[in-house]
């Protein structure tokens, strides 16, 4: 059985950029929010824009986890997803967690908020995702005895190269420097949620992202509140954040 990578984050925090490098490196079966068939087109607990399901894709918890555990056999697996998906089912399946190197991806809410409002207007505190990212990132720790990896997206788009030799250092697997850049263009992997990734389609490379929110905290106060409930949870996992190396321009 080979292994098995989860990166796992909240939405709007450079995840599908972190993801993309994945699908460029060519030597893992990319899975792209497996679960979210799981929260939202099988259990149905929110509303989403952008949904064009698969009719053919999983929808159970334990159909979505067969159908990547099966991919294992044939080459080594990234999947990346967001714990409100399916927390009360990762949280009662210890050997799932325990069965791959889990990692975390974070941005400051400050700007994560904002991003979101502006690809999901009617978001809702459901689907903001901190707390349940903070919560696997504790039953992990507890679980394992050890810290899992910790990125923030700040250091990703500032320290890229850096920081992508630092994850792939931690979870045991060869850098390619050359799958920091990429063609532009959407990839298979994103046909469900095509557009809430239109910024990494159009890229070229991992970067910062783009600022051009629909909103702001004045025009729209109650993102203002949805961001301070999100700080704390970003706060403990930032403390254990890995800090890459300053990179030397040349």
């Known amino acids: 059985m080979h292994r098995s990578l989860a990166l796992w984050s909240h939405p709007r925090s450079m995840s599908t950029a972190l993801e993309r490098s994945f ?3 060519g030597d893992f079966k990319v899975f792209h929010e497996a679960f979210a068939y799981v929260f939202f087109m099988h259990e149905e607990r929110a509303a989403i824009p952008h949904k064009n399901a698969d009719p053919d894709h999983p929808l159970t918890y334990p159909d979505v986890k067969r159908m990547m555990e099966s991919a294992r056999r044939d080459q080594p697996v990234f999947h990346k997803d967001f714990p409100y998906h399916c927390l009360d089912h990762l949280l009662d399946d210890p050997a799932y967690l325990l069965g791959q190197v889990n990692t975390f991806l974070i941005r400051d809410p ?70 920091l850049n990429w063609s532009e263009g959407e990839q298979p992997e994103w046909t ?33 509140e949805f961001e301070r409930y999100c700080r704390p949870f970003y706060e403990h996992l930032d403390q254990y954040r890995l800090r890459p190396a300053e990179e030397v321009v040349i």
């Open 23 to 25: 699908i460029e490196r």
């Open 110 to 179: 400050e700007e994560a908020v904002l991003s979101h409002a502006t690809v999901h207007p009617e978001l809702t505190r459901e689907v903001l995702g901190y707390e349940q990212l903070a919560k696997t990132f504790d039953f992990v720790r507890e679980l394992t005895g050890t810290v899992p990896l910790v990125i923030n997206a700040a250091d990703l788009a500032a320290r890229p190269e850096a920081t992508i030799e630092a994850y792939c250092k931690h979870a045991g697997i060869p850098f390619l420097p050359e799958a």
């Open 192 to 224: 469900t949620w095509s557009g809430w990734h239109t910024d990494v389609a159009a890229s070229s490379g991992l970067r910062a992202p783009q600022r051009n929110y629909r909103f702001s905290y004045e025009t729209r106060p109650d993102l203002r």
